[in-house]
């Protein structure tokens, strides 16, 4: 059974930074792309960066510059450095990844539970 754990949320003030951890385990045959998605309340949830296997990057025209997404392929990690937040950063921020099955050898999505950021004074 594959999990995703994220890990890293908390408060935060503006201008400050965080760190959050997206570890997977369970069994599998490899991992493709991963990304941090986020929601606000009252919003739908929408990628802030993803990463290829291969270390290629994308981001949100709002975390440009400000955040960072990086993975560790040989701990099956993946972290997101967040500076200079802002109040408009506040979320729940979940990490996603593409997941190709041990047995089957199909890919499927995977989601972690999720992680609050909140960013206030």
């Known amino acids: 059974q594959v999990q995703l754990v994220e890990s890293g949320g908390g408060l935060v003030q503006p201008g400050g930074s965080l760190r959050l951890s997206c570890a997977a385990s369970g069994s599998f045959f490899s991992i493709n792309a991963m990304g941090w998605y986020r929601q606000a309340p009252g919003k739908q949830r929408g990628l802030v960066a993803s990463?290829?296997?291969?270390?290629?990057?994308n981001y949100a025209d709002s975390v440009k510059g400000r955040f960072t997404i990086a993975r560790d392929n040989a701990k099956n990690t993946m972290y997101l450095q967040m500076n200079s937040l802002n109040p408009e950063d506040t979320a729940v921020y979940y990490c996603?990844?593409?997941?190709?099955?041990?047995?089957?050898?199909?890919?499927?999505?995977?989601w972690g539970q999720g992680t609050q950021v909140t960013v206030s004074s």
């Open positions: 990463i290829t296997t291969g270390g290629s990057t």
């Open positions: 996603n990844a593409r997941i190709v099955d041990l047995r089957s050898l199909a890919l499927a999505d995977y």
